[in-house]
C-alpha cells in the first residue's frame, strides 16, 4: 500500500514563494518516477511536472517553467516542489503522485495520489 502525504502549502503574496514537500510510503523511492499536480476551482487538473527516479531528468509545464523546480531525495523518500515568483494564477490544491513509468512526463501512468495542499497566492 502507498501513501503519499504533501505538505507545505499555504497563503502567500504574489512574487512569493513556498516549497511543498511530499513523503512518499514506500520501501524504496529509488525506481519510481515522481509528479505534481495541481487543480484549480473549477478546473481541471493540471499536470505541473515530474521527475525521473535518478532525478537526472526533470518535466514541467510551460506556466511553471522557470519559477517551479521539482527535486527529490530518495534516501528520505520525499520528493518537493520549490515555487518561486508565485502568481495569483497558481492557486489550487496542489497533489504529489507516483508512477512506476520510467518516465514521469506521461500524466496518465500517474497511480497514487496524495491528498494534496492548498496553495493560494493573493495578488
Known amino acids: 500500500q502507498v501513501q503519499l502525504v504533501e505538505s507545505g502549502g499555504g497563503l502567500v503574496q504574489a512574487g512569493g514563494s513556498l516549497r511543498l514537500s511530499c513523503v512518499a510510503s514506500?520501501?524504496?523511492?529509488?525506481?519510481?518516477?515522481m509528479g505534481w499536480f495541481r487543480q484549480a476551482p473549477g478546473k481541471e487538473r493540471e499536470f505541473v511536472g515530474g521527475?525521473?527516479?535518478?532525478?537526472?531528468?526533470?518535466y514541467y509545464t510551460d506556466s511553471v517553467k522557470g519559477r517551479f523546480t521539482i527535486s527529490r531525495d530518495n534516501t528520505n523518500n520525499t520528493v518537493y516542489l520549490q515555487m518561486n515568483s508565485l502568481k495569483p494564477e497558481d492557486t489550487a490544491v496542489y497533489y504529489c503522485?507516483?508512477?512506476?513509468?520510467?518516465?514521469?512526463?506521461?500524466?496518465?501512468?500517474?497511480?497514487?495520489w496524495g491528498q494534496g495542499t492548498q496553495v493560494t497566492v493573493s495578488s
Open positions: 521527475i525521473t527516479w535518478s532525478g537526472a531528468r526533470t
Open positions: 503522485a507516483l508512477t512506476s513509468d520510467s518516465r514521469a512526463d506521461r500524466p496518465s501512468t500517474y497511480d497514487y
Open positions: 514506500i520501501r524504496t523511492l529509488s525506481s519510481v518516477s
